[in-house]
């Protein structure tokens, strides 16, 4: 039940900044539809102090299970992703944003437990439609 603007090819220095307007998407990695890993970025409980309404975007992100569809609009087009697998990671493991693949694939990542940074969560998806 999301609904969120995405902003596209964001360099990740700048997405804090973008972030309580929205979802980031990062520079360098696939847009929806093309082959690559899509990495999108959001919230899941921002700061206190900073207004915008998409500050919690991603704090039911948790909640997604294997088999779940995500929807992304890009380019007047919808793009339907399923729900492959969930990971916590380590806020320093980069690999999730360059691993190279010839799939079509989504990346979600937020912060968790929510109201801390001590994590990422990553929710990864495969191309349906």
Same mark, same amino acid.
């Not at 990062?26 to 998409?54: C, D, M």
């Not at 729900?83 to 990346?107: C, G, I, K, M, Y």
């Given at each position: 039940?999301?609904?969120?603007?995405?902003?596209?090819?964001?360099?990740?220095?700048?997405?804090?900044?973008?972030?309580?307007?929205?979802?980031?998407?990062?520079?360098?990695?696939?847009?929806?539809?093309?082959?690559?890993? /899509?990495?999108?970025? @959001?919230?899941?409980?921002? !700061? %206190?102090?900073?207004?915008?309404q998409?500050?919690?975007? *991603? #704090?039911?992100?948790?909640?997604?299970?294997?088999?779940?569809?995500?929807? /992304?609009n890009?380019? @007047?087009?919808?793009?339907? !992703? %399923?729900?492959?697998?969930?990971?916590?990671?380590?806020? *320093? #493991?980069?690999?999730?944003?360059?691993?190279?693949?010839?799939?079509?694939?989504?990346?979600?990542?937020?912060?968790?437990?929510?109201?801390?940074?001590?994590?990422?969560?990553?929710?990864?998806?495969?191309?349906?439609?």
């Amino acid at each position: 039940g999301v609904d969120a603007p995405v902003f596209y090819d964001t360099d990740i220095t700048d997405a804090v900044g973008k972030l309580p307007d929205g979802v980031v998407h990062v520079r360098k990695t696939a847009r929806p539809g093309e082959i690559g890993n /899509v990495f999108i970025l @959001g919230h899941s409980s921002g !700061y %206190r102090w900073q207004s915008g309404q998409y500050n919690q975007v *991603f #704090a039911l992100l948790d909640k997604l299970t294997i088999g779940d569809q995500i929807y /992304v609009n890009n380019t @007047g087009r919808t793009f339907t !992703y %399923r729900v492959t697998h969930r990971e916590v990671v380590s806020p *320093f #493991a980069v690999e999730a944003l360059n691993q190279p693949t010839d799939l079509h694939q989504l990346t979600l990542m937020t912060c968790t437990p929510i109201g801390t940074t001590l994590n990422r969560l990553l929710v990864h998806a495969e191309l349906v439609t």
